[in-house]
């Protein structure tokens, strides 16, 4: 599969659910991917990456920006409190906002910095132990926290789990997204995109379907 060939179905799938052509965002997963593939993705004239690991992006996007320009970094790992620093100095969106003493630190590194990265509060749907974010029934109460703290929470990230129909775990997220007058859908990857975008999602993480399969980190 090629960017080109994903980019076409995330249109097609716009079109299908009678939504404006360009409003789903595809990042492209670029984690542990050789340079090559991201650099001709780049050349393609994609802008919008995903990455996992805060000291892999730090190494490898600040030349990329300077060779390419209007690279959009989204965060799409699990985020340490002290790399939080280096992630908002990087990350364009942060989606994985899943703890009180991340949201504190994210609002203490806005103050000092007058700016903060778009924020995601991811929700573990799937209520998995292994799995970061906030169960689905304290989503709302934590979304509210955020704002208290005075944070720009975009929207809501879900990852489902691997063995199970994501459909139910997509309307979920837009439930609670809806209920918390939130904008922003982070869901959907290389094996159902097309789905989270039929149930609304506004930004899709595609990484096997553009690069092929991942080096081992």
């Not at 990087?90 to 778009?118: M, N, V, Y």
């Not at 924020?119 to 709302?140: H, I, M, S, W, Y």
């Not at 997220?173 to 506004?202: P, V, Y």
């Amino acid at each position: 599969m090629s960017l080109t060939e994903i980019r076409a179905r995330v249109a097609a799938a716009e079109a299908a659910a009678g939504r404006p052509a360009g409003s789903v965002t595809l990042i492209a997963v670029s984690k542990v991917q050789p340079l090559e593939r991201v650099v001709a993705a780049l050349e393609a004239g994609h802008r919008v990456f995903g990455e996992n690991y805060v000291q892999e992006a730090a190494a490898k996007w600040p030349a990329l920006q300077e060779r390419f320009g209007g690279i959009e970094l989204h965060m799409i790992g699990p985020l340490q409190s002290n790399k939080a620093k280096t992630a908002c100095d990087l990350f364009h969106a942060i989606h994985t906002l899943d703890r009180p003493s991340l949201a504190q630190k994210l609002a203490r590194l806005a103050e000092a910095r007058g700016a903060c990265p778009q924020l995601f509060v991811q929700v573990n749907t799937g209520r998995e132990p292994q799995k970061a974010g906030v169960l689905p029934e304290a989503a709302d109460a934590f979304v509210a926290d955020c704002r208290k703290l005075g944070l720009p929470v975009e929207g809501l990230m879900c990852i489902p789990p691997e063995a199970e129909d994501s459909t139910p775990h997509f309307e979920l997220l837009a439930q609670l997204a809806a209920r918390n007058g939130l904008g922003g859908l982070s869901m959907g990857m290389s094996a159902d995109f097309e789905t989270a975008i039929a149930l609304g999602a506004t930004h899709v993480r595609v990484g096997s379907a553009i690069f092929g399969a991942r080096d081992s980190k």
